[in-house]
């Protein structure tokens, strides 16, 4: 696993929520954070973390691309 990757979560919306969720043999959540429009968050994948959700309209930046999320 690389830990410099990084995502880019830009909310287009108030209350976009993003959602961490754990690594290993149950996936659970262990971690929220609510962002208002115009607010930036940079998450990264960890040890614990394997996978994140993300609620409301926002713009993920990824070395992948960019992804909209409009609804």
Known sequence: MNNTDYIVIKAKDNG?????????NDTRLHHTEKLDKGEVMIAQFTEHTSAMKIRGKATLYT??????IDE
């Open 16 to 24: 976009v929520q993003v959602i961490g969720l754990t690594r290993g």
């Open 63 to 68: 070395k992948h691309g960019e992804v909209e």
